[in-house]
Structure formats: C-alpha cells, structure tokens
Nanobody
Framework: QVQLVESGGGLVQPGGSLRLSCAAS????????MSWYRQAPGKERELVAG????????DYADFAKGRFTISRDNVKNTVYLQMNNLKPEDTAVYYC???????WGQGTQVTVSS
C-alpha cells in the first residue's frame, strides 16, 4: 500500500532553514506528481509546492516563492522541501501528498519561534 513518511521538521528560529523529506513506497514514485501541503492551527490545509514526475515543472504558493524549493530524487523515492528564511507564520504541520492517489503522509511539525 501507499506509504508516505515525512521527516525533518523541528523547532527553528526566525530566519533559519529546514529541509523536509518525504520517503515514498508502495507505488511507482517516478510516475507521479508530488506535493507538499501545510496546516497551521485553526487554519485550513494549504498547498505549499508541487513537482512533476520528472522534476522539471514546479509549482509554488505565493508565500513559498523565493524561500522554499521543492525537489525529488526518483532513485531514492523521496521528495524534499528546502525551506529558507523561515518566519513564525510558517509554523504548521507539513504533509506530503500524492494528488492522483489521494494519499497523505502523517505530517511533520515545523515550529518557527525565537
């Protein structure tokens, strides 16, 4: 079955960086568009970024442009989210999502605070 396991979250100071990873299994990873979503307390889940199966096309939410970078390794079956210049408003649970399979990971908490 489809498994998505996120890691890399944690507590970071404003201006800091984190790299999230999502290890995928149970499907042919290299053929699927992958995405990252986030959900802050009391808010709806929102798209952060997405990447095409080959990695050549990337989509970003406005708040992520210029600060976040999505990438993937189709040998390791892993999608990444590099987050730089983090702000307190980036505090949320970050989820890996496969749209065509409607499958979510369990999420990883990111907290940006001094």
């Amino acid at each position: 079955q489809v498994q998505l396991v996120e890691s890399g979250g944690g507590l970071v100071q404003p201006g800091g960086s984190l790299r999230l990873s999502c290890a995928a299994s149970g499907f042919t990873f290299s053929t699927y568009y992958m995405s990252w979503y986030r959900q802050a307390p009391g808010k709806e889940r929102e798209l952060v970024a997405g990447i095409s199966n080959g990695g050549s096309n990337k989509d970003y939410a406005d708040f992520a442009k210029g600060r976040f970078t999505i990438s993937r390794d189709n040998v390791k079956n892993t999608v990444y989210l590099q987050m730089n210049n983090l702000k307190p408003e980036d505090t949320a649970v970050y989820y890996c999502y496969v749209p065509l399979l409607k499958s979510w990971g369990q999420g990883t908490q990111v907290t940006v605070s001094s």
